[in-house]
C-alpha cells in the first residue's frame, strides 16, 4: 500500500496566520494517464470531511482561495494562508491514484 | 445539490454482519463512482472499497474477503455489507462520491462492535 506521511501531526496557530502542512507518499502519485490524484480533505469538529483541494492544485468549489495546494510525484504542500476560525480541525491528504486508496494520519490544526 | 445519507445499525454484535445503506439524491449512481470510507477512534481514514456506474467494484484487500458493495439503481441507493465484524471494526462510516475526488460526503453513522 502507498503510505502517506503527514506532518505535522498538529499545529498551534493564531487567527490571520499562514500555515503549512506536508503530505510525502511512498511512491509516485503520477497515473498512467499523466494526472497526479492528490487530494486534501478537512473535517471540521463535528462535521464531515469536506474535499478541499483535488488533483493536487485545483480548488474545490466554494472553497476560499486562502487554501492552495502545490507539489509533484512524491511531495506535496497544503497552504494556508490568513488562518480563519473556521478552518480548525483535521487536515488529511488523499491519494485514489493507485489500490488501495490510501489517506494521510492528519494534522490537527487548532487556535493558538 | 448532490446529497448523500448513510443509514444502519449504530451497535452490532462480533461475529455478525453490519449492513449500511447510502441513498443519494441529486445525482444518478448509474454515473460516476460511489464509495465507502471509515473513520476510527482517533484520526486514521480507511477507504473501504467503491462501486462504479455499471455497478463494477473495488475492495480495499485488507477488507476484500468480508466485504461486498452492491447497489439498486431504482432507489438510488448503494450498500455496504462487511461480515465477521470484529471490536477492531468500530468505526465512523461513510459513504462518498468516490469519482469526485471525494467532493460529496455523507453525515457518517458510528457503528460500534460489541456484546
Given at each position: ?10 499545529l498551534?496557530v493564531?487567527i490571520g496566520q499562514s500555515v503549512s502542512i ?18 486534501w480533505?478537512l ?9 478541499l483541494i ?9 472553497v476560499p482561495d486562502r487554501f492552495s495546494g ?7 504542500t497544503l497552504k494556508i494562508s490568513r488562518v480563519e476560525?473556521e478552518d480548525l480541525g483535521?487536515y ?15 494534522t490537527?490544526l487548532?487556535?493558538? | ?115
Open positions: 500500500d502507498v503510505v502517506m506521511t503527514q506532518t505535522p501531526p498538529s498551534s493564531a506536508s503530505c510525502k507518499s511512498s511512491q509516485s502519485l503520477v497515473y498512467s494517464d499523466g494526472k497526479t490524484y492528490l487530494h480533505l473535517q471540521s469538529p463535528g462535521r464531515s470531511p469536506k474535499r483535488y488533483q493536487v492544485s485545483n480548488l474545490g468549489s466554494g502545490t507539489g509533484s510525484q512524491k511531495d506535496f476560525a483535521v488529511y491528504c488523499a491519494q485514489t491514484t493507485h489500490f488501495p486508496n490510501t489517506f494521510g494520519a492528519g490537527k487548532e487556535l493558538k | 445539490e448532490v446529497q448523500l445519507q448513510e443509514s444502519g445499525p449504530g451497535l452490532v454484535k462480533p461475529s455478525q454482519s453490519l449492513s449500511l445503506t447510502c441513498s443519494v439524491t441529486g445525482y444518478s449512481i448509474t454515473s460516476n463512482y460511489w464509495g465507502w470510507i471509515r473513520k476510527f477512534p482517533g484520526n486514521k481514514m480507511e477507504w473501504i472499497g467503491h462501486i462504479s456506474y455499471s455497478g463494477s467494484t473495488s475492495y480495499n484487500p485488507s477488507l476484500k474477503s468480508r466485504i461486498s458493495i452492491t447497489r439498486d439503481t431504482s432507489k438510488n441507493q448503494f450498500f455496504l455489507q462487511l461480515n465477521s465484524v470484529t471490536t477492531e471494526d468500530t468505526a465512523t462510516y461513510y459513504c462518498a462520491r468516490w469519482g469526485g475526488a471525494f467532493d460529496y460526503w455523507g453525515q457518517g453513522v458510528m457503528v460500534t462492535v460489541s456484546s
